[in-house]
């Protein structure tokens, strides 16, 4: 739909009036972050922001940022004053599912980073709790992923392993993501963090798509204008 693309838009750029001359910025992947690069491009050509240093969570973003013009680095431990990003699931407190676009490992290390996570999306993403809308995206090892999975079914996961066509998706990583959904003691109602520990702590898994008290804010382009969802 044009107007809800034009309010993710106007998200984004309601973001990237948080950047400011000189920062350290995390730039994150999909289609309303790919809006904000867009206006952080805009912003260095027109002599409105100055030396900004920036790290891109996937191959798209950074080659989107680098043809703008945007100084784009490798990550180094040099905390992020800022980082922006989409998320495909958004609760009250700002908990975040990320994954859908595949980039949640480089994301989740750009953005544990930030002094500050902005996030940018669509009211669809706004959810009660995670889980209710989207599945859980799991970045998991190629070598070995039917152990893997049967290692994750034991905790309760149930899906798929992600399709591009008619292959098996691959992650910037070199990795596939498992697309889980959980029933029993895991599913509606689960302690996320402990989920997340025990998702961790399976031999086999990269990382999840679980970004739990990182975001600081999300500005969210709904029908009736951009709505901003702040961590109580």
Same mark, same amino acid.
């Given at each position: 739909? /044009? ?7 106007? /998200? ?32 260095? /050509? ?8 920036? %790290? ?33 699931e ?8 990320k ?17 500050r996570? %902005? ?31 049967e290692?994750? =079914? ?7 392993? =992600? ?33 997340e =520990? ?35």
């Amino acid at each position: 739909m /044009a107007y809800l693309e034009a309010l993710k838009k106007e /998200a984004a750029i309601r973001a990237v009036q948080l950047a400011q001359s000189g920062m350290h910025l995390g730039l994150g992947t999909g289609s309303t972050a790919k809006y904000a690069i867009e206006e952080l491009g805009r912003k260095v /050509a027109a002599g409105e922001l100055r030396d900004l240093t920036c %790290v891109a969570t996937s191959e798209a973003s950074d080659a989107l940022a680098r043809s703008l013009g945007l100084t784009v680095g490798p990550l180094t431990p040099q905390p992020f004053d800022l980082a922006i990003d989409g998320a495909d699931e958004i609760t009250p407190d700002v908990d975040l599912i990320k994954g859908l676009g595949g980039a949640l490992v480089r994301e989740k290390l750009v953005e544990v980073q930030a002094r500050r996570l %902005v996030i940018v999306a669509d009211y669809t993403k706004l959810v009660t709790r995670l889980g209710e809308k989207a599945p859980l995206p799991i970045e998991v090892l190629r070598f070995g992923v039917q152990s893997t999975l049967e290692r994750l =079914r034991r905790l309760g996961a149930v899906g798929e392993l =992600r399709q591009a066509g008619s292959e098996l998706y691959v992650t910037d990583n070199g990795n596939f993501i498992f697309d889980a959904r959980f029933v029993g003691p895991q599913g509606q109602g689960a302690d996320l963090a402990a989920l997340e =520990r025990d998702l961790k702590g399976t031999l086999g898994v990269v990382e999840t798509g679980l970004f739990l008290g990182l975001a600081e804010r999300a500005f969210v382009a709904a029908p009736d204008g951009v709505q901003e969802v702040v961590r109580r």
